[in-house]
């Protein structure tokens, strides 16, 4: 394999990482400013990969005030920076994190910080693990409009602040100690993971916001389609294959759906709470017959791509339920509010017959494990 990279896509990293020959397992260095997609990208690849840890000095900040202060419920960023501040505990913050990552026993450990400069990430360049650097590209009105979505901590990140860190990350290099290096070019419209990312506008009328929502679950719900019909070329069981040619359809019909309220929206016509989802009765159909094998299924060895794009799949189809559930509860509209909240439990059909298909993948590589019956 090369030593450098390019991506554009999710997928081609965690099929990188996928082919990785590493006995001492892998490190994983993700370089970018606050907004770039870092924190994102660990937990989607802990959902497709599996045996990843993630290290998170956030996390960790948050878990040394909330040890503090066990009698607050909600706790913004801010407070938490500045309780370690007076307290002079970052120090403490990279030290656990240092710790954590030498005993560290998972395949993959993703270190979940800026990682901007050379100085910074050398302590996690002292190992035998693989070394791999993730080096975020992304245009500065991108970052910063992706920062802006991140309430919790835009209000305490000056936008000059992030500009500076994004402006002073240098690129990793072989010759500080990198196995692998992935440029990942971010391209906003190109991820099929957005649950998180549509903010209401303050100052929007109520049609406008509702418009916006639906062009954003426009967007959404091609990308998905495009990911189930690219991951469909890379998958070995026939049933996994029919699948995601399944959802794939599904999420295009979803898109002629959103399309159809938002040109009615447009018009001055209001939402249509009558509409028929067509996939709901077939949905339910394929949860009563399951899509299992037909005949000699493929070896093993050629089904951990099924596995990976299941999985990603399922955590799509929860990140799309949980914004649809989100936008309905923002839609002040009595229709708008019916029409986000079918479009959530249609996800939630979707939800259940991955889980099946997973479900069905796992039994049966349990019997040709000799494991059978579990």
């Not at 989607?44 to 840890?53: E, F, S, T």
């Amino acid at each position: 394999m090369e030593r450098k990279v390019v991506c554009t896509k999710f997928w081609q990293i965690v099929e990188i990482l996928k082919s990785l020959d590493a006995h001492e397992g892998v490190c994983i260095i993700p370089i970018g400013a606050q907004g770039s997609g870092k924190s994102t990208l660990g937990r989607r690849l802990k959902v497709a990969l599996g045996d990843v840890d993630v290290i998170s000095p956030d996390a960790i900040r948050m878990r040394l005030y909330k040890k503090a202060h066990p009698e607050e419920e909600r706790v913004d960023y801010g407070k938490v920076w500045n309780w370690l501040t007076e307290t002079n505990k970052h120090e403490l913050v990279r030290k656990i994190a240092k710790e954590r990552f030498a005993k560290n026993v998972a395949r993959f450990v993703y270190i979940d910080q800026m990682n901007l400069t050379r100085r910074g990430r050398r302590p996690f360049l002292l190992t035998d693990r693989l070394k791999v650097a993730i080096y975020f590209h992304l245009d500065e009105e991108t970052l910063l409009e992706r920062h802006r979505r991140r309430s919790d901590k835009a209000a305490h990140i000056p936008e000059a602040a992030v500009l500076v860190n994004h402006r002073k990350a240098e690129e990793p290099t072989e010759e500080e100690g990198f196995d692998l290096i992935i440029n990942y070019y971010v391209d906003e419209h190109k991820r099929p993971h957005l649950s998180k990312c549509y903010t209401v506008k303050k100052g929007v009328s109520g049609v406008q916001r509702s418009i916006e929502i639906l062009e954003f679950a426009m967007k959404m719900e091609l990308e998905a389609r495009d990911f189930y019909r690219e991951s469909g070329d890379r998958v070995a069981r026939d049933d996994v294959k029919r699948l995601l040619s399944r959802l794939a359809k599904w999420e295009e019909s979803h898109h002629r759906f959103l399309k159809e309220q938002r040109d009615r929206l447009k018009s001055g016509a209001g939402w249509d709470a009558s509409a028929i989802l067509l996939d709901v009765s077939e949905a339910r159909d394929i949860l009563e017959r399951p899509w299992k094998g037909r005949g000699v299924e493929p070896p093993l060895s050629e089904e951990a791509s099924d596995f990976s794009v299941i999985r990603m799949a399922l955590g799509m189809e929860t990140d799309f339920r949980n914004f649809y559930l989100k936008a309905a509860a923002n839609t002040d509209d009595p229709d708008g509010k019916a029409v986000l909240a079918k479009l959530a439990d249609w996800e939630g059909e979707h939800q259940k017959i991955i889980d099946e298909q997973y479900r069905q993948l796992h039994q049966d590589f349990m019997a040709q494990m000799g494991f059978a019956p579990f």
